[in-house]
């Protein structure tokens, strides 16, 4: 992203508390006190956050790294998901897939990721698109990509910014109900998919079988036992 992308997105916008960095540490902490609606897009992030203290690989000029400052709803990481996905499928003519969480797939590989955090009466959320990279870092090559990457086409990083933050709005709208199973009719990898998962107390296998109420993954064990995830 460039500050002429943002004049672009400012004019889509007008009135929207719209800010750019060429680089940040984080953009999750440069919104840290913000009221919602406050968005803030960096052209690098020098200490990009992922989830589980994981860093996020933000190299300068290649991605689209923003933070907005939403009001909390209940599965808004789902929301968020599903605003993405249009977003990339809108602007970039990208058909993605969600996994369970967080993670927007293109091609099997990560091409976006989200990250919500909970502040007092404000969420944080962060988003991630991997838009221009031809390369990653040793140990990223194999599980992530780039819209360039995969279309061989450059992205239009004001493009993809202005249909996020439109479908950002639709998404936060709808119910959590509607969300839900929005989401489970989105990803491949929500029902009957073989999945391996480490817990705090040791790892299990079996094939995830929906979402529960709460949006947790319901992960059925080969005994048949459910566990939530």
């Known amino acids: 992203m460039t500050l002429s992308d943002i004049e672009r997105v400012r004019r889509e916008f007008p009135g929207r508390d719209i800010d750019y960095f060429s680089s940040v540490d984080s953009t999750m902490r440069a919104v840290a006190g913000r009221a919602a609606g406050y968005v803030v897009v960096a052209g690098e992030q020098t200490a990009g956050q992922g989830r589980h203290g994981h860093s996020w690989h933000s190299e300068a000029g290649s991605g689209l790294y923003c933070s907005l400052v939403l009001e909390p709803r209940p599965v808004m990481t789902l929301a968020l998901g599903l605003a993405t996905v249009d977003a990339l499928a809108h602007a970039a003519g990208a058909g993605c897939d969600l996994r369970w969480p967080n993670d927007v797939m293109l091609g099997g590989k990560k091409v976006a990721g989200i990250l919500v955090q909970i502040s007092g009466e404000i969420a944080i959320a962060g988003i ?31 493009g993809i910014l202005i249909a996020l933050l439109r479908e950002v709005e639709r998404y936060m709208a709808e119910s959590p109900e509607n969300t839900l199973r929005l989401f489970t009719r989105a990803s491949s990898y929500a029902c009957g998919r073989r999945v391996r998962v480490e817990l705090a107390d040791g790892t299990i296998e079996g094939t995830t079988a929906g979402l529960d109420a709460s949006g947790f993954l319901i992960v059925r064990k080969d005994d048949g036992t459910d566990t939530l995830i």
């Not at 838009?131 to 990083?157: I, M, N, Q, W, Y």
């Open 128 to 158: 991630g698109i991997n838009l221009r990279h031809t390369a990653f870092p040793a140990g990223l090559e194999d599980v992530a990509t780039s819209l360039k990457t995969h279309t061989g086409k450059t992205p239009d990083a004001a």
